[in-house]
């Protein structure tokens, strides 16, 4: 079977760097995406990583182990209007193109 | 247009109503998706169509009835539902191909049944 684990919840302090992990065991790999949602919004694309790295973009990077099945989301210079769940979801291949979605990590930005 | 666009917003209806939520795109994009996401949890794949053919349906109970009537738009007809549906449905679409392909999400409808 596929699984995705993240954490459910992580706090920080507004202005801070945090980082929201996110581990895989999945029978196949081609990509993994991380999407930002407030609540009771849509998921917005945040980022993707398809190799091995960090993928900058402004205040939010991603980072990916293929080997060992891991990406994390780190955010910089937090703001209030961080607060929000981050999802990461991972493309299996193999032909498929749709994405399996881990649980969400809920980040909470204190002042 | 990066913009998928879903109507409507919210809706209320009983046990025994029939209703559809609409959902549209115009980026040129071949897979629509149907998803159902309850409070504080991920969203759950309902439907994908690939060009204009349902390709995966998740076990989903038949009285939500998919619809995908050009490669624009996407339907989704509900009938009889449950008090147990109310949640928020979104509509997502993305490229199709070897990509990764990042996926486009609607507003959504937030849907109650009473």
């Known amino acids: 079977g596929q699984s995705l684990e993240q954490p459910s919840e992580v706090t920080a302090v507004e202005g801070a760097i945090v980082q929201i992990n996110c581990t895989y065991q999945?029978?196949?790999?081609?990509?993994l995406f991380w999407y930002q949602q407030h609540a009771g919004e849509a998921p917005t694309f945040l980022s993707y990583n398809v190799l091995d790295g960090l993928e900058e973009k402004g205040r939010f990077s991603s980072f990916l182990s293929r080997s060992k099945g891991y990406s994390y989301l780190l955010l910089k210079e937090l703001q209030m209007k961080d607060s929000a769940s981050y999802l990461c979801a991972v493309i299996l291949g193999g032909g498929s193109y749709i994405p399996t979605f881990g649980r969400g990590t809920s980040l909470i930005v204190h002042p | 247009d990066t913009e998928v666009t879903q109507t409507p917003k919210h809706l209320v209806m009983g046990m025994t109503n029939k209703k559809s939520l609409k959902c549209e795109q115009h980026?040129?994009?071949?897979?629509m998706y149907w998803y159902k996401q309850k409070a504080k949890k991920p969203p759950e794949l309902m439907f994908v169509y690939s060009y204009e053919k349902l390709s995966i349906n998740e076990s989903v109970p038949s009285r939500f009835s998919p619809e995908c009537p050009n490669s624009s738009l996407l339907n989704l007809h509900l009938h009889a539902l449950q008090p147990e549906d109310s949640a928020l449905y979104l509509c997502?679409?993305?490229?199709?191909?070897?990509?990764?392909?990042?996926?486009?999400f609607g507003p959504g409808t937030r849907l109650t049944v009473t």
């Open positions: 997502a679409s993305s490229q199709v191909g070897t990509g990764p392909y990042e996926q486009y």
């Open positions: 980026m040129g994009h071949r897979a």
């Open positions: 999945t029978s196949g790999f081609n990509g």
